[in-house]
């Protein structure tokens, strides 16, 4: 089944700490997405990437970093720099040729201990 | 620059009501309109969208949703919820045309509980 996987479920991160959350796609999509979710606030995007070897910053994109080396992996590293990273972490991808749908993985909760 | 503003964070509801999530959007662009629905520690579903033509758009499972463009609003119905609708609620939109980049910028959620 094509879709958009994302892991681990939940991570556990010390203070200080690099983590890295993996979000892989076999969808053919060129564009995906690193959002943010914390409660009442929806979603903001962190980054973003339409092509390989190319992304973008986001609206809240300081204490991470992304890589696209290829184009069904979008790797997300949250930094000891984010002075608050515990929330609720979505992968998404589109039809960069579309823009009309965007799909989700099922998320990442990382929690600071 | 875009911003959605959904005006209810929690909407309770008994089974079988009618329901409505109201979304208002700011946009000098003209924009896509989306809404998601998120059940608990899950990703987002696409519930429907609305891209042009119709300003009436419906779902699969008994959503409907109208783009209204001179009061910038694309509110969310049902006309009978069930249990199975409680979830999290999500309005959102994307540029249209050549500035399209795929970004969604997305509402605070609304919080859709359907009581028996």
């Known amino acids: 089944d094509g879709g958009i996987t994302q892991s681990p479920k939940y991570l556990f991160r010390k203070e200080g700490q690099n983590v890295t959350l993996s979000c892989e796609q076999n969808?053919?999509?060129?564009?995906m997405y690193w959002y943010r979710q914390d409660p009442g606030q929806g979603l903001r995007l962190i980054y973003y990437?339409?092509?390989?070897?190319?992304?973008q910053k986001g609206d809240i994109a300081e204490g991470y970093s992304v890589s696209r080396e290829k184009k069904e992996s979008f790797p997300l590293t949250v930094t000891s720099a984010q002075k608050n990273p515990t929330a609720f972490y979505l992968c998404?991808?589109?039809?960069?040729?579309?823009?009309?749908?965007?799909?989700f993985g099922q998320g990442t909760r990382l929690t600071v201990v | 620059a875009q911003s959605v503003t959904q005006l209810d964070s929690q909407v309770p509801v008994f089974e079988e009501a009618p329901v409505e999530l109201r979304c208002n959007y700011s946009?000098?662009?003209?924009?896509?309109l989306f809404w998601y629905v998120q059940y608990p520690n899950q990703g987002l579903q696409l519930l429907l969208k609305y891209l042009s033509g119709s300003t009436l758009v419906e779902s699969i499972n008994g959503f409907e949703a109208e783009f209204n463009k001179s009061q910038t609003s694309f509110h969310l119905r049902k006309p009978s919820v069930h249990i199975s609708d409680t979830a999290e609620y999500f309005c959102a939109v994307s540029n249209f045309g050549s500035s399209n980049t795929g970004k969604l910028i997305f509402g605070q959620g609304t919080t859709l509980q359907v009581k028996p």
């Open positions: 990437s339409q092509i390989v070897n190319d992304f």
């Open positions: 969808l053919n999509h060129d564009a």
């Open positions: 998404a991808s589109s039809i960069a040729a579309d823009w009309t749908e965007a799909f």
């Open positions: 946009s000098s662009v003209s924009v896509y």
